[in-house]
Protein backbone atom coordinates (compact mmCIF):
# COMPACT_ATOMS: atom_id res chain seq x y z
CA UNK A 1 0.00 0.00 0.00
CA UNK A 2 1.79 3.39 -1.16
CA UNK A 3 1.98 5.79 1.17
CA UNK A 4 1.50 9.86 -0.17
CA UNK A 5 4.92 11.07 -1.75
CA UNK A 6 3.72 14.89 -1.06
CA UNK A 7 1.99 16.98 1.05
CA UNK A 8 0.19 19.88 0.49
CA UNK A 9 -1.31 22.90 2.69
CA UNK A 10 -3.31 25.89 2.30
CA UNK A 11 -1.13 28.58 0.51
CA UNK A 12 1.56 26.19 0.02
CA UNK A 13 2.97 24.77 -3.00
CA UNK A 14 2.77 20.57 -3.87
CA UNK A 15 5.96 19.51 -3.53
CA UNK A 16 7.35 16.04 -2.59
CA UNK A 17 8.99 14.90 -0.06
CA UNK A 18 12.64 13.88 -0.99
CA UNK A 19 12.79 10.07 -1.33
CA UNK A 20 15.89 7.77 -1.61
CA UNK A 21 15.43 5.36 -5.08
CA UNK A 22 15.56 2.00 -4.93
CA UNK A 23 18.83 0.05 -5.33
CA UNK A 24 19.90 -0.25 -8.97
CA UNK A 25 16.69 2.48 -10.37
CA UNK A 26 17.05 5.97 -11.32
CA UNK A 27 17.82 9.05 -8.96
CA UNK A 28 14.91 10.57 -8.05
CA UNK A 29 15.01 14.47 -7.71
CA UNK A 30 14.03 15.82 -4.37
CA UNK A 31 12.10 19.48 -3.09
CA UNK A 32 12.97 21.78 -6.00
CA UNK A 33 15.97 24.04 -5.65
CA UNK A 34 15.85 28.17 -5.19
CA UNK A 35 15.28 28.50 -8.79
CA UNK A 36 11.99 26.18 -9.17
CA UNK A 37 9.29 28.41 -9.05
CA UNK A 38 11.30 30.62 -12.00
CA UNK A 39 11.50 27.57 -13.95
CA UNK A 40 7.60 26.67 -13.63
CA UNK A 41 6.75 29.75 -14.80
CA UNK A 42 9.16 29.78 -17.96
CA UNK A 43 7.77 26.25 -18.24
CA UNK A 44 3.78 27.90 -18.23
CA UNK A 45 4.77 30.41 -21.25
CA UNK A 46 6.28 27.92 -23.35
CA UNK A 47 3.69 25.19 -23.27
CA UNK A 48 1.19 28.45 -23.23
CA UNK A 49 -1.79 27.61 -25.77
CA UNK A 50 -0.15 24.11 -26.49
CA UNK A 51 -2.84 21.40 -27.81
CA UNK A 52 -1.45 18.29 -26.18
CA UNK A 53 -4.28 15.56 -27.35
CA UNK A 54 -1.95 16.87 -30.81
CA UNK A 55 1.48 16.36 -29.47
CA UNK A 56 3.60 12.27 -30.42
CA UNK A 57 4.00 10.68 -27.82
CA UNK A 58 7.75 10.44 -27.74
CA UNK A 59 7.72 14.21 -28.63
CA UNK A 60 5.29 14.91 -25.40
CA UNK A 61 7.90 13.15 -23.82
CA UNK A 62 10.88 14.63 -24.68
CA UNK A 63 9.36 18.14 -24.47
CA UNK A 64 8.63 17.50 -20.61
CA UNK A 65 12.17 15.75 -20.11
CA UNK A 66 14.17 18.52 -21.50
CA UNK A 67 12.31 21.48 -21.03
CA UNK A 68 11.33 21.02 -17.45
CA UNK A 69 13.80 19.73 -15.25
CA UNK A 70 11.84 20.95 -12.24
CA UNK A 71 8.47 19.07 -12.64
CA UNK A 72 7.31 19.44 -8.88
CA UNK A 73 6.29 23.01 -8.04
CA UNK A 74 2.64 24.53 -8.66
CA UNK A 75 3.21 27.93 -9.36
CA UNK A 76 1.33 30.93 -10.14
CA UNK A 77 -1.86 29.57 -9.40
CA UNK A 78 -4.42 31.92 -8.02
CA UNK A 79 -5.10 30.36 -4.55
CA UNK A 80 -7.45 31.89 -1.69
CA UNK A 81 -7.53 31.16 1.65
CA UNK A 82 -10.57 30.74 3.61
CA UNK A 83 -13.32 33.72 4.01
CA UNK A 84 -10.75 35.98 1.79
CA UNK A 85 -11.63 38.38 -0.99
CA UNK A 86 -11.51 37.34 -4.46
CA UNK A 87 -10.83 38.62 -8.07
CA UNK A 88 -14.42 40.36 -8.10
CA UNK A 89 -14.04 41.95 -4.34
CA UNK A 90 -16.71 39.64 -2.93
CA UNK A 91 -16.19 37.09 0.10
CA UNK A 92 -16.86 32.76 -0.01
CA UNK A 93 -15.49 30.58 2.22
CA UNK A 94 -15.02 27.85 -0.80
CA UNK A 95 -15.71 26.82 -4.02
CA UNK A 96 -18.18 23.78 -3.12
CA UNK A 97 -19.97 25.70 -0.44
CA UNK A 98 -20.75 28.30 -3.12
CA UNK A 99 -21.66 25.86 -5.61
CA UNK A 100 -24.13 24.42 -2.80
CA UNK A 101 -25.97 27.35 -3.10
CA UNK A 102 -27.67 26.51 -5.54
CA UNK A 103 -27.18 22.70 -5.37
CA UNK A 104 -29.80 21.86 -1.97
CA UNK A 105 -31.27 19.02 -2.27
CA UNK A 106 -29.93 17.40 -5.05
CA UNK A 107 -29.71 14.08 -4.39
CA UNK A 108 -33.27 14.48 -3.51
CA UNK A 109 -34.36 15.71 -6.64
CA UNK A 110 -33.09 12.87 -8.96
CA UNK A 111 -34.36 10.32 -6.55
CA UNK A 112 -37.65 11.90 -7.76
CA UNK A 113 -36.31 11.64 -11.31
CA UNK A 114 -36.38 7.98 -10.48
CA UNK A 115 -39.99 7.01 -10.88
CA UNK A 116 -39.69 3.24 -10.25
CA UNK A 117 -42.29 1.16 -8.55
CA UNK A 118 -40.05 -1.90 -8.52
CA UNK A 119 -38.75 -1.91 -4.96
CA UNK A 120 -35.35 -3.94 -5.74
CA UNK A 121 -35.03 -1.68 -9.06
CA UNK A 122 -35.55 1.36 -7.27
CA UNK A 123 -32.93 0.50 -4.38
CA UNK A 124 -30.19 -0.57 -6.97
CA UNK A 125 -30.66 2.62 -9.23
CA UNK A 126 -30.60 4.78 -5.88
CA UNK A 127 -28.24 3.33 -4.77
CA UNK A 128 -25.45 5.99 -5.10
CA UNK A 129 -27.59 9.09 -4.54
CA UNK A 130 -26.54 8.79 -0.98
CA UNK A 131 -25.43 11.87 -0.56
CA UNK A 132 -21.77 10.59 0.11
CA UNK A 133 -20.19 11.59 -3.66
CA UNK A 134 -17.93 14.60 -4.05
CA UNK A 135 -20.73 16.38 -6.90
CA UNK A 136 -17.57 17.48 -8.37
CA UNK A 137 -19.55 17.79 -11.50
CA UNK A 138 -22.77 19.70 -10.29
CA UNK A 139 -20.60 21.92 -8.35
CA UNK A 140 -18.83 23.05 -11.75
CA UNK A 141 -21.82 23.39 -13.72
CA UNK A 142 -23.50 25.39 -10.87
CA UNK A 143 -20.54 27.54 -10.68
CA UNK A 144 -20.12 27.55 -14.70
CA UNK A 145 -24.53 28.84 -14.75
CA UNK A 146 -23.78 31.76 -12.90
CA UNK A 147 -20.48 32.92 -13.79
CA UNK A 148 -21.80 32.57 -17.37
CA UNK A 149 -24.94 34.96 -16.41
CA UNK A 150 -23.15 37.52 -14.33
CA UNK A 151 -20.55 37.86 -17.26
CA UNK A 152 -23.66 38.10 -19.94
CA UNK A 153 -26.36 40.59 -18.03
CA UNK A 154 -25.34 40.35 -14.49
CA UNK A 155 -27.49 38.07 -13.34
CA UNK A 156 -27.41 36.36 -10.32
CA UNK A 157 -29.82 33.93 -11.07
CA UNK A 158 -29.57 30.92 -11.68
CA UNK A 159 -32.07 29.35 -13.95
CA UNK A 160 -34.04 25.99 -13.65
CA UNK A 161 -33.11 24.39 -16.50
CA UNK A 162 -29.46 25.44 -15.81
CA UNK A 163 -29.71 24.01 -12.08
CA UNK A 164 -31.42 20.76 -14.13
CA UNK A 165 -28.37 19.94 -16.02
CA UNK A 166 -26.27 19.81 -12.85
CA UNK A 167 -28.88 17.01 -11.22
CA UNK A 168 -28.87 15.28 -15.85
CA UNK A 169 -24.65 15.48 -15.00
CA UNK A 170 -24.58 13.53 -12.26
CA UNK A 171 -27.09 11.04 -13.28
CA UNK A 172 -25.07 10.66 -16.45
CA UNK A 173 -22.16 10.21 -14.94
CA UNK A 174 -23.31 7.74 -11.89
CA UNK A 175 -25.12 5.64 -15.10
CA UNK A 176 -21.14 5.64 -16.61
CA UNK A 177 -20.01 4.17 -13.02
CA UNK A 178 -22.70 0.99 -12.63
CA UNK A 179 -21.77 0.16 -16.20
CA UNK A 180 -17.84 0.45 -15.85
CA UNK A 181 -18.09 -1.36 -12.70
CA UNK A 182 -19.55 -4.24 -14.57
CA UNK A 183 -16.92 -4.23 -17.18
CA UNK A 184 -14.22 -3.79 -14.88
CA UNK A 185 -15.89 -6.42 -12.57
CA UNK A 186 -15.22 -3.84 -9.71
CA UNK A 187 -16.20 -5.05 -6.17
CA UNK A 188 -16.25 -1.71 -4.04
CA UNK A 189 -17.01 1.97 -5.18
CA UNK A 190 -16.53 5.12 -2.87
CA UNK A 191 -15.72 2.66 0.15
CA UNK A 192 -18.54 0.37 -0.30
CA UNK A 193 -19.59 -2.72 -2.34
CA UNK A 194 -20.59 -1.83 -6.01
CA UNK A 195 -23.84 -2.66 -7.81
CA UNK A 196 -22.99 -5.58 -9.61
CA UNK A 197 -21.54 -7.38 -6.49
CA UNK A 198 -24.76 -6.94 -4.39
CA UNK A 199 -27.66 -7.58 -7.19
CA UNK A 200 -25.55 -9.17 -9.90
CA UNK A 201 -24.30 -7.84 -13.37
CA UNK A 202 -27.84 -8.06 -15.67
CA UNK A 203 -29.61 -6.15 -12.83
CA UNK A 204 -26.66 -3.78 -12.47
CA UNK A 205 -27.04 -2.71 -16.38
CA UNK A 206 -30.56 -2.70 -15.98
CA UNK A 207 -30.29 0.15 -13.05
CA UNK A 208 -27.46 2.15 -15.05
CA UNK A 209 -29.99 2.03 -18.58
CA UNK A 210 -32.79 3.28 -15.98
CA UNK A 211 -30.35 6.03 -14.74
CA UNK A 212 -29.66 6.95 -18.23
CA UNK A 213 -33.57 6.79 -19.61
CA UNK A 214 -34.53 9.77 -16.39
CA UNK A 215 -31.56 12.00 -17.33
CA UNK A 216 -32.89 11.86 -20.83
CA UNK A 217 -36.12 12.56 -20.09
CA UNK A 218 -34.97 15.39 -17.52
CA UNK A 219 -32.92 16.49 -20.94
CA UNK A 220 -35.84 16.50 -23.48
CA UNK A 221 -37.69 18.34 -20.42
CA UNK A 222 -35.68 21.67 -21.23
CA UNK A 223 -37.40 21.77 -24.55
CA UNK A 224 -33.88 23.16 -26.05
CA UNK A 225 -32.64 21.08 -28.84
CA UNK A 226 -29.00 22.93 -28.87
CA UNK A 227 -28.84 21.60 -25.22
CA UNK A 228 -29.91 18.29 -25.99
CA UNK A 229 -27.55 17.88 -28.92
CA UNK A 230 -24.71 18.82 -26.94
CA UNK A 231 -25.36 17.19 -24.07
CA UNK A 232 -26.46 13.61 -26.34
CA UNK A 233 -22.53 14.22 -27.31
CA UNK A 234 -21.34 13.24 -23.77
CA UNK A 235 -23.42 9.68 -24.06
CA UNK A 236 -21.65 8.65 -27.73
CA UNK A 237 -17.95 9.84 -26.07
CA UNK A 238 -18.75 7.71 -22.92
CA UNK A 239 -19.51 4.38 -25.30
CA UNK A 240 -16.57 5.29 -27.45
CA UNK A 241 -14.16 6.08 -24.19
CA UNK A 242 -14.91 2.71 -23.37
CA UNK A 243 -14.20 1.26 -26.81
CA UNK A 244 -10.71 2.98 -26.76
CA UNK A 245 -10.25 2.16 -23.37
CA UNK A 246 -10.37 -2.08 -24.32
CA UNK A 247 -8.33 -1.57 -27.06
CA UNK A 248 -4.67 -0.34 -27.24
CA UNK A 249 -2.18 0.39 -29.52
CA UNK A 250 1.02 -1.45 -30.23
CA UNK A 251 2.95 1.53 -31.62
CA UNK A 252 4.69 3.11 -28.51
CA UNK A 253 4.31 6.74 -30.49
CA UNK A 254 0.40 6.22 -30.59
CA UNK A 255 0.19 5.31 -27.11
CA UNK A 256 -0.02 8.84 -25.30
CA UNK A 257 -2.15 10.25 -27.99
CA UNK A 258 -5.19 7.27 -27.59
CA UNK A 259 -4.67 7.74 -23.86
CA UNK A 260 -5.79 11.17 -23.70
CA UNK A 261 -8.16 10.66 -26.10
CA UNK A 262 -9.68 7.85 -23.97
CA UNK A 263 -9.30 10.29 -20.79
CA UNK A 264 -11.46 13.31 -22.99
CA UNK A 265 -14.07 10.93 -23.50
CA UNK A 266 -14.64 9.04 -20.72
CA UNK A 267 -13.90 11.77 -18.31
CA UNK A 268 -13.74 15.17 -19.82
CA UNK A 269 -16.54 15.38 -22.05
CA UNK A 270 -19.39 15.27 -19.43
CA UNK A 271 -17.50 18.22 -17.97
CA UNK A 272 -16.83 20.31 -20.64
CA UNK A 273 -20.29 19.84 -22.57
CA UNK A 274 -22.40 20.33 -19.56
CA UNK A 275 -20.28 23.72 -18.79
CA UNK A 276 -21.10 24.35 -22.79
CA UNK A 277 -24.99 23.61 -21.84
CA UNK A 278 -25.50 26.12 -19.07
CA UNK A 279 -23.93 28.43 -21.15
CA UNK A 280 -26.24 28.08 -24.22
CA UNK A 281 -28.90 28.18 -21.66
CA UNK A 282 -27.70 31.65 -19.83
CA UNK A 283 -25.81 33.61 -22.78
CA UNK A 284 -25.93 33.72 -26.66
CA UNK A 285 -22.13 34.36 -27.25
CA UNK A 286 -20.89 31.71 -28.99
CA UNK A 287 -17.42 32.92 -27.26
CA UNK A 288 -19.06 32.20 -24.23
CA UNK A 289 -20.12 28.62 -24.96
CA UNK A 290 -16.44 27.93 -25.98
CA UNK A 291 -14.19 29.38 -23.32
CA UNK A 292 -17.56 27.21 -21.09
CA UNK A 293 -16.55 23.83 -22.80
CA UNK A 294 -12.59 24.65 -22.85
CA UNK A 295 -12.61 25.10 -19.39
CA UNK A 296 -14.67 22.27 -18.51
CA UNK A 297 -12.33 19.94 -21.23
CA UNK A 298 -9.22 21.05 -19.40
CA UNK A 299 -10.44 20.69 -15.76
CA UNK A 300 -11.95 17.11 -16.38
CA UNK A 301 -8.47 15.99 -18.48
CA UNK A 302 -6.51 17.20 -15.47
CA UNK A 303 -8.73 15.92 -13.04
CA UNK A 304 -7.99 11.84 -14.76
CA UNK A 305 -4.80 12.86 -14.61
CA UNK A 306 -4.53 13.26 -11.38
CA UNK A 307 -6.94 10.13 -10.46
CA UNK A 308 -4.40 7.84 -12.49
CA UNK A 309 -1.69 9.20 -10.10
CA UNK A 310 -3.45 8.73 -6.72
CA UNK A 311 -4.12 4.90 -8.20
CA UNK A 312 -0.02 4.75 -7.57
CA UNK A 313 0.18 7.24 -4.85
CA UNK A 314 -2.91 6.96 -2.46
CA UNK A 315 -4.34 4.14 -0.27
CA UNK A 316 -7.68 1.92 -0.67
CA UNK A 317 -8.87 3.73 2.35
CA UNK A 318 -8.58 7.44 0.64
CA UNK A 319 -9.50 6.55 -2.70
CA UNK A 320 -12.70 4.20 -1.35
CA UNK A 321 -11.43 1.89 -4.11
CA UNK A 322 -8.65 -0.58 -4.24
CA UNK A 323 -5.55 0.94 -5.63
CA UNK A 324 -3.16 -0.34 -8.95
CA UNK A 325 -6.66 -1.32 -10.55
CA UNK A 326 -5.86 0.11 -13.74
CA UNK A 327 -2.77 -1.94 -13.95
CA UNK A 328 -4.78 -5.16 -12.35
CA UNK A 329 -7.58 -4.27 -15.72
CA UNK A 330 -4.27 -4.59 -17.97
CA UNK A 331 -4.71 0.03 -18.63
CA UNK A 332 -1.77 1.58 -19.24
CA UNK A 333 -1.94 5.16 -17.53
CA UNK A 334 -0.07 8.15 -17.61
CA UNK A 335 2.49 7.28 -14.84
CA UNK A 336 2.99 4.34 -16.83
CA UNK A 337 3.41 5.33 -20.38
CA UNK A 338 5.78 8.28 -18.90
CA UNK A 339 7.70 5.54 -17.22
CA UNK A 340 8.16 3.01 -19.86
CA UNK A 341 10.38 5.54 -21.23
CA UNK A 342 12.94 5.05 -18.80
CA UNK A 343 12.42 1.44 -18.49
CA UNK A 344 11.78 0.10 -22.08
CA UNK A 345 11.13 -3.50 -20.68
CA UNK A 346 7.58 -2.30 -19.51
CA UNK A 347 6.60 -1.96 -22.97
CA UNK A 348 5.94 -6.00 -23.41
CA UNK A 349 3.73 -5.82 -20.21
CA UNK A 350 2.15 -2.84 -21.79
CA UNK A 351 1.71 -5.27 -24.92
CA UNK A 352 0.72 -8.41 -23.18
CA UNK A 353 -2.05 -5.56 -20.86
CA UNK A 354 -0.20 -7.01 -17.41
CA UNK A 355 -1.14 -10.62 -17.79
CA UNK A 356 1.68 -12.50 -17.12
CA UNK A 357 2.14 -12.96 -13.06
CA UNK A 358 4.00 -10.54 -11.51
CA UNK A 359 3.38 -8.17 -14.23
CA UNK A 360 1.08 -5.78 -12.32
CA UNK A 361 3.85 -5.63 -8.90
CA UNK A 362 6.76 -4.71 -11.23
CA UNK A 363 4.95 -2.53 -13.55
CA UNK A 364 4.15 -0.74 -10.38
CA UNK A 365 7.87 -0.94 -8.73
CA UNK A 366 8.74 0.54 -12.44
CA UNK A 367 6.14 3.49 -12.05
CA UNK A 368 7.38 4.66 -8.43
CA UNK A 369 11.15 4.33 -9.14
CA UNK A 370 10.48 6.54 -12.03
CA UNK A 371 9.63 9.92 -12.81
CA UNK A 372 6.16 9.16 -14.27
CA UNK A 373 3.86 10.18 -11.45
CA UNK A 374 5.94 13.78 -11.37
CA UNK A 375 5.69 14.07 -15.12
CA UNK A 376 1.51 13.27 -14.81
CA UNK A 377 1.27 15.68 -12.32
CA UNK A 378 3.02 18.13 -14.65
CA UNK A 379 1.03 17.74 -17.47
CA UNK A 380 -2.05 17.84 -15.77
CA UNK A 381 -1.00 20.89 -14.15
CA UNK A 382 -0.54 22.41 -17.88
CA UNK A 383 -4.02 21.47 -18.26
CA UNK A 384 -5.30 23.59 -15.30
CA UNK A 385 -3.53 26.14 -16.71
CA UNK A 386 -5.57 26.20 -20.04
CA UNK A 387 -8.37 25.88 -17.79
CA UNK A 388 -7.41 29.22 -16.19
CA UNK A 389 -6.86 30.93 -19.02
CA UNK A 390 -10.16 30.17 -20.34
CA UNK A 391 -11.93 31.02 -17.53
CA UNK A 392 -10.70 34.48 -16.92
CA UNK A 393 -11.97 35.89 -19.91
CA UNK A 394 -15.56 35.94 -18.21
CA UNK A 395 -15.95 38.94 -16.02
CA UNK A 396 -14.31 38.92 -12.67
CA UNK A 397 -17.24 37.23 -10.16
CA UNK A 398 -16.91 35.56 -7.14
CA UNK A 399 -18.38 32.19 -9.33
CA UNK A 400 -15.47 32.64 -11.86
CA UNK A 401 -12.96 32.96 -8.70
CA UNK A 402 -14.32 29.59 -7.45
CA UNK A 403 -13.24 28.00 -10.97
CA UNK A 404 -10.29 28.83 -11.05
CA UNK A 405 -9.42 27.53 -7.29
CA UNK A 406 -11.04 24.55 -8.35
CA UNK A 407 -8.31 24.17 -10.48
CA UNK A 408 -5.49 24.08 -7.79
CA UNK A 409 -8.20 21.96 -5.20
CA UNK A 410 -8.18 18.98 -8.60
CA UNK A 411 -4.27 19.51 -8.75
CA UNK A 412 -4.58 18.86 -4.70
CA UNK A 413 -7.02 16.30 -3.53
CA UNK A 414 -5.77 12.94 -2.20
CA UNK A 415 -8.79 11.44 -3.22
Not at 146 to 151: L, M, V
Not at 177 to 187: E, K, N, T, Y
Not at 277 to 300: F, M, R
Not at 363 to 391: N, P
Request: contains cysteine.
Amino acid sequence: MASRWWRWRPGSSRKPAARSPEPGSPGLAGPPGPRAAADARLQAHRWKGLDFSQIPYFNLVKHLTSACPNVYSLSRFHHTTPDSKTHSGEKYTDPFKLGWRDLKGLYEDIRKELLISTSELKEMSEYYFDGKGKAFRPIIVALMARACNIHHNNSRHVQASQRTIALIAEMIHTASLVHDDIIDDASSRRGKHTVNKIWGEKKAVLAGDLILSAASIALARIGNTTVISILTQVIEDLVRGEFLQLGSKENENERFAHYLEKTFKKTASLIANSCKAVSVLGCPDPVVHEIAYQYGKNIGIAFQLIDDVLDFTSCSDQMGKPTSADLKLGLATGPVLFASQQFPEMNAMILRRFSLPGDVDRARQYVLQSDGVQQTTYLAQQYCHKAIREISKLRPSPERDALIQLSEIVLTRDK
